[in-house]
């Protein structure tokens, strides 16, 4: 984007509030036309035929009439006459009187008052309408009662409990009856500990008088800490599942709006259902949204919004206490707890604390295990090969791979799910689809077929590198020109530093084959190179890793799962520099060693790349073969 004043574009507190304000503007704005438009229609449907439904004759037909006695009763009024005659156009027998109505003549007639009471007339006068009187219908009436509308609806949307008018105060939750639910922890795999945690609440539950009695604390919130996927709402719908309780689950981003208030209605109206519906969870995702540090920067929508909502969500939690019968438990999740505001995170609300993580070896076989039952498995399908080559999977992942799997196996039209299809589907999940139709030239061919062949040959040459399982230079989704595939053989908590090195060594391999072989490199390799800094960064900042530096945690990184969180580095700028220095000195030195590793075995880098070249892709097997020929 072209700006000449980029520090006004780029505030985003400043665009956030523009915005809100162009929003209530536009909804003044048609508010003012609705209101024209009703007030238009009041005037023309309801007001004018309550004024004139009568049948308007000739002044002369009515003199007429007068004469003929067809005119039974009159009032008389400056500007019009209107009365009841006979009805002369239906011929039935029954002489139902008709009104009617006549423009009367102006300067009044002398001599109609005398004709009426010839023809034995009933009449009388009406009093001259006021002017003022008519603009108060016409007007200032629909007006006002338009007003008023708009009024008691502000105020019932600001107080909550809109429900009547337009139901902005309501819950969006959906409410799930406990015997609707169909999950339970069987259905939840690698999460025992979160699951042990989580009994606690189950008992309370059930049983909310023998926690009364014994004079504990009841428990109340319970917040489900973990990266997306790894099955924080499954756990929480097994726990009301397990519970046998209503299940209320909502997000975070619910609760957003812009009006003052809304909020605040909702998490009423939420606590309210849920009240009713006792014993219940309610589960609010993505809490993050309305739980936000009051102290933070930038935020969507209104402060006073925000706060309000969370003030009302603060008072809800609180308020459970005299309840101890119908006990409600409310769980929420986040896998940003840093940022939540502390006032959420006291004893008494989000006490507890249940951290959910991506699963271990067994975790993910559970998981495969669980998933797999709704697919069939070939005879000699590997369940636990398929777990230990999915390290880093989440529950979500492995059920994708899982439904993937199933895909492959119905297009080839198989019987069953085999580890082919697995391994085909693990390709696709991790690297997106592939992308034939997309056309490299030749040179960028060759030199994506080098770099990949760079880190293949420097996994299988480093001391601690991960098997590689598969090298291809098929274009894929994602922006990745190719790939290496490596396939860990167990799952890894701790790392030396020799295998860290080995690891900078291999992501840097692809980048120091294009400089071996053409002496230049391309810009093929920034993710490699991103992810090399962060692991040297890491390596002296969290790890202790550097002599220079020494046993210091520089980070002040607190939740690892959390890769590339905003981290702070806590030092004095010198020690910043120094830090600089260290990285760079890892990264370089795992450069030059991958470059040199190349150089000495440049034959089988030539002869990798040049089949990689013919076939597209190949095996582990192959990447050896070419360096023992
Ligand atoms: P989160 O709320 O943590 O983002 P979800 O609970 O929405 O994750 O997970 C999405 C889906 O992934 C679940 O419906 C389930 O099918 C699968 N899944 C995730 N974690 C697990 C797990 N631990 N065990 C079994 N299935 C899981
Ligand atoms: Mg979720
Ligand atoms: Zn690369």
Redesign the pocket.
């Given at each position: 984007m072209a700006t000449t004043n980029p520090k006004t574009n780029n505030d985003p507190e400043k665009d956030n509030k523009d915005e809100l304000r162009k929003r209530q503007m536009n909804f003044g704005l048609s508010y003012f036309f609705a209101a024209l438009i009703g007030m238009w229609l009041f005037q023309q449907f309801i007001l004018t035929p309550l004024l004139i439904q009568e049948m308007e004759i000739p002044y002369s037909e009515f003199k007429t009439k007068i004469k003929s006695g067809e005119i039974i009763e009159v009032t008389l009024g400056d500007e019009r006459i209107i009365g009841l005659m006979k009805d002369s156009t239906s011929s039935s027998a029954q002489d139902q009187p008709v009104a009617f109505t006549t423009v009367a003549v102006p300067g009044g007639d002398p001599t109609l008052i005398e004709e009426l009471d010839k023809a034995g007339v009933k009449y009388g006068v009406r009093e001259p309408a006021s002017p003022i009187g008519n603009f108060l219908l016409a007007y200032i009436l629909p007006l006002a009662f338009i007003g008023g509308i708009w009024y008691l609806g502000y105020r019932q949307m600001a107080r909550g409990g809109l429900g009547g008018v337009m139901g902005v105060g309501k819950s969006k939750a959906t409410e799930v009856k406990p015997e609707e639910i169909n999950v339970t922890y069987q259905?939840?795999?690698?999460?025992d500990e979160a699951i042990e945690e989580l009994r606690e609440i189950i008992q309370f539950l059930k049983q909310p008088e023998s926690f009364a009695k014994l004079g504990g604390r009841i428990p109340k919130g319970v917040l489900l800490v973990?990266p997306?996927?790894?099955?924080?709402?499954?756990?929480a719908k097994a726990t009301a599942g397990e519970a046998r309780v209503a299940f209320f689950e909502t997000s975070g981003s619910e609760f957003v709006e812009m009006f003052v208030g809304v909020g605040a209605a909702r998490v009423r109206d939420l606590f309210e259902q849920a009240r009713k519906a006792a014993p219940a969870i309610v589960f609010i995702?993505e809490i993050d949204a309305i739980g936000q540090s009051r102290a933070g920067a930038v935020r969507l929508g209104g402060n006073d919004e925000r706060e309000q909502t969370l003030n009302q969500l603060l008072a809800e939690i609180d308020g459970f206490r005299s309840d101890a019968g119908k006990p409600v438990i409310i769980m929420a999740?986040t896998n940003r707890p840093e940022i939540l505001d502390p006032a959420l995170l006291r004893a008494g609300r989000f006490d507890r604390q249940v951290t959910?993580s991506a699963?271990d070896l067994t975790g993910r076989l559970q998981?495969l295990r669980?998933?797999s039952k709704k697919i069939k498995l070939a005879a000699d399908f590997d369940l636990e090969r398929a777990a230990r080559i999915t390290p880093g999977f989440?529950?979500?992942d492995l059920?994708n791979v899982i439904n993937e799997a199933a895909l492959m196996a119905a297009r080839r039209n198989g019987n069953d799910v085999t580890m082919t299809d697995f391994e085909a589907a693990i390709e696709r999940v991790v690297a997106g689809l592939e992308k034939k139709s997309r056309v490299m030239n030749d040179q960028e061919r060759t030199t994506v077929a080098y770099h990949e062949s760079g880190h293949a040959l420097v996994a299988v040459l480093v001391p601690h590198g991960d098997p590689v399982a598969k090298v291809s230079i098929v274009p894929r989704g994602r922006g990745a020109l190719g790939y290496t595939l490596q396939m860990p053989t167990e799952d890894r908590y701790l790392l030396t530093r020799d295998e860290l090195e080995d690891r900078l060594a291999v992501m840097l391999g692809g980048r120091a084959a294009e400089q071996v072989i053409f002496n230049k490199i391309s810009t093929g390799a920034s993710d490699d190179i991103k992810r090399a800094t962060e692991l040297a960064r890491r390596m002296v900042t969290e790890f202790g890793m550097s002599e220079k530096l020494g046993t210091v945690a520089y980070s002040t990184r607190q939740y690892q799962f959390l890769e590339g969180s905003e981290d702070g580095v806590n030092a004095s700028p010198e020690t910043l520099k120094a830090i600089d220095e260290e990285v760079q000195r890892i990264v370089t030195e795992q450069y030059q060693r991958a470059q040199q590793l190349l150089r000495d075995h440049r034959d089988a880098l030539e002869r990798l790349t040049h089949q990689l070249l013919v076939t597209e892709t190949i095996d582990g097997t192959a990447v050896r073969q070419a360096l023992a020929a």
């Open positions: 259905d939840v795999g690698g999460a973990g997306p996927g790894t099955g924080k709402t499954l756990l995702d999740a959910v699963p998981i669980i998933h989440t529950g979500a059920a």
